[in-house]
């Protein structure tokens, strides 16, 4: 049976792939930063109520 494995990148080692991920990561920690952002407005619209039904509390919308 062979054996592929995915979870490499193959031009990863390369300088070409080392540059790419330095100017593709900052674009990736603004989107993840703008996801956060959108989640707590949308949770901190929420009632105590709703909040309760799905299993959280105003402290845990203020941490994510």
Do not use: C
Request: no cysteine.
């Amino acid at each position: 049976m062979a054996f592929f494995d995915a979870t490499t990148r193959a031009s990863g080692s390369t300088f070409a792939g080392k540059l790419a991920h330095f100017l593709t990561r900052p674009a990736g920690v603004i989107a993840d930063w703008n996801d956060r952002r959108v989640t707590r407005k949308a949770l901190s619209k929420l009632t105590d109520r709703e909040l309760d039904d799905i299993g959280l509390t105003r402290a845990d919308v203020a941490e994510i």
